[in-house]
């Protein structure tokens, strides 16, 4: 199914006049050099989520060598869809696991498909439909219970203070290299389409419990939480009065009334000192041009300057990172109790644990080898940009 899906994908038209940024350029690189083993690709990614990416729940983790990447080339869809589920079923195993890890853990999980054909494809109803299948594969579908294009899963660790083991939810996102340069541009990625998760509420809990950062870390996950949709990408510098949607932007935090938030029933959660940046934003609601929960969201795809949105933009929730009273909250940051036997029944006994086996390493001339690591090097050179600086942490 999949070289029908790679076969119908048409050339980008618009990309011809509107050329990668360099970042992505750059990255493309190392990534489609065919002489790149996946560890190197894998490195490119990492450094892109650590610097590139806008969420700073997603660059905290890379930073920290808390992000799983899984990589599916072309020659792994070309194999066929019983490959591509298997590898995928493995990669999700291999995360999981490595969530229960005391020291290191993994809190995030970027899938990354790596194609040419895809990064230069058009976004429209046949990357639609093989972003979907790629997605359906990894077992993380929307519900059939509601319409709303939400893909979500657990994530475990070992309660410190009990014998349980604790699940956090989290949600789906999609990016694209077609996002490069367009309205969605926060949600773009080198190599061709990826998915992504970030368990907040796993690296919260796994900070107060294990880390050693303190017992309390409500105000650092919501500062982050808030900068994240502040720091929207604006593809026009910033207008007097603001107004983020002329900006370009994708997100943008509220402004307080009266100084009330949009829930007026919820206080400001912060315990301490506000950031400047923060003061007089709303700590419930934000509004955007997409809806943060969703994963492949239709509009990108719809290859329009402006998306449907615009005129009405979502209205997004804050409160699930510290509103104990909400459901919301347990599932994702506080902790849903587990049963160690279901959780091994989803991951394997310890028992049967393996190592990963190597990733794949082509037999390449040294000429070929030294190219891409001095590729490689332009990318981490990302790390010296000011304006990818660490932000809150």
């Given at each position: 199914?999949?070289?029908?899906?790679?076969?119908?994908?048409?050339?980008?038209?618009?990309?011809?006049?509107?050329?990668?940024?360099?970042?992505?350029?750059?990255?493309?690189?190392?990534?489609?050099?065919?002489?790149?083993?996946?560890?190197?690709?894998?490195?490119?990614?990492?450094?892109?989520?650590?610097?590139?990416?806008?969420?700073?729940?997603?660059?905290?983790?890379?930073?920290?060598?808390?992000?799983?990447?899984?990589?599916?080339?072309?020659?792994?869809?070309?194999?066929?869809?019983?490959?591509?589920?298997?590898?995928?079923?493995?990669?999700?195993?291999?995360?999981?696991?490595?969530?229960?890890?005391?020291?290191?853990?993994?809190?995030?999980?970027?899938?990354?498909?790596?194609?040419?054909?895809?990064a230069f494809a058009a976004p429209d109803d046949n990357?639609?439909?093989?972003?979907?299948?790629?997605?359906?594969?990894?077992?993380?579908?929307?519900?059939?219970?509601?319409?709303?294009?939400?893909?979500?899963?657990?994530?475990?660790?070992?309660?410190?203070?009990?014998?349980?083991?604790?699940?956090?939810?989290?949600?789906?996102?999609?990016?694209?290299?077609?996002?490069?340069?367009?309205?969605?541009?926060?949600?773009?990625?080198?190599?061709g389409i990826a998915f992504t998760a970030n368990a907040?509420?796993?690296?919260?809990?796994?900070?107060?419990?294990?880390?050693?950062?303190?017992?309390?870390?409500?105000?650092?996950?919501?500062?982050?939480?808030?900068?994240?949709?502040?720091?929207?990408?604006?593809?026009?510098?910033?207008?007097?009065?603001?107004?983020?949607?002329?900006?370009?932007?994708?997100?943008?935090?509220?402004?307080?009334?009266?100084?009330?938030?949009?829930?007026?029933?919820?206080?400001?959660?912060?315990?301490?000192?506000?950031?400047?940046?923060?003061?007089?934003?709303?700590?419930?609601?934000?509004?955007?041009?997409?809806?943060?929960?969703?994963?492949?969201?239709?509009?990108?795809?719809?290859?329009?300057?402006?998306?449907?949105?615009?005129?009405?933009?979502?209205?997004?929730?804050?409160?699930?990172?510290?509103?104990?009273?909400?459901?919301?909250?347990?599932?994702?940051?506080?902790?849903?109790?587990?049963?160690?036997?279901?959780?091994?029944?989803?991951?394997?006994?310890?028992?049967?644990?393996?190592?990963?086996?190597?990733?794949?390493?082509?037999?390449?001339p040294a000429a070929e080898a030294a190219e891409v690591?001095?590729?490689?090097?332009?990318?981490?050179?990302?790390?010296?940009?000011?304006?990818?600086?660490?932000?809150?942490?």
């Open positions: 199914m999949f070289k029908e899906l790679m076969a119908a994908l048409k050339g980008d038209h618009w990309r011809r006049e509107h050329a990668f940024s360099e970042d992505i350029r750059q990255a493309h690189e190392v990534i489609h050099h065919p002489f790149a083993t996946e560890d190197e690709i894998a490195e490119t990614l990492r450094l892109w989520f650590e610097r590139r990416q806008p969420c700073l729940f997603g660059r905290y983790a890379a930073k920290r060598g808390g992000i799983h990447i899984a990589i599916l080339t072309e020659r792994d869809l070309n194999e066929g869809e019983r490959h591509v589920k298997a590898k995928l079923d493995e990669e999700k195993r291999l995360w999981k696991r490595r969530a229960l890890d005391k020291q290191y853990p993994e809190h995030s999980f970027a899938l990354a498909v790596i194609s040419p054909a895809l990357l639609l439909r093989l972003a979907t299948r790629v997605r359906d594969l990894t077992g993380w579908k929307p519900s059939k219970a509601t319409n709303a294009p939400v893909a979500s899963d657990f994530l475990y660790l070992k309660g410190k203070h009990d014998p349980f083991y604790y699940g956090f939810k989290f949600n789906l996102d999609f990016f694209g290299a077609a996002g490069d340069g367009r309205w969605w541009h926060d949600h773009r990625v080198p190599g907040t509420g796993h690296m919260k809990q796994y900070q107060e419990w294990y880390g050693g950062e303190g017992p309390d870390r409500g105000d650092w996950f919501l500062r982050l939480a808030m900068q994240t949709i502040s720091l929207a990408h604006r593809a026009t510098p910033r207008s007097e009065p603001a107004d983020p949607r002329s900006e370009g932007r994708i997100t943008w935090l509220l402004d307080l009334v009266d100084p009330e938030p949009l829930k007026k029933s919820i206080p400001c959660p912060f315990k301490g000192e506000v950031l400047n940046l923060l003061q007089g934003k709303d700590w419930t609601t934000y509004a955007g041009l997409i809806h943060t929960d969703h994963n492949i969201r239709k509009e990108f795809f719809e290859d329009r300057a402006r998306p449907s949105s615009y005129s009405k933009p979502y209205l997004n929730d804050f409160t699930y990172l510290y509103a104990t009273n909400e459901s919301d909250f347990v599932k994702f940051t506080a902790g849903v109790r587990v049963g160690e036997s279901e959780v091994f029944a989803e991951i394997g006994e310890p028992s049967t644990w393996a190592t990963r086996e190597a990733r794949r390493s082509p037999q390449r690591r001095r590729l490689l090097g332009a990318c981490k050179r990302w790390k010296e940009d000011p304006e990818a600086a660490d932000m809150a942490f």
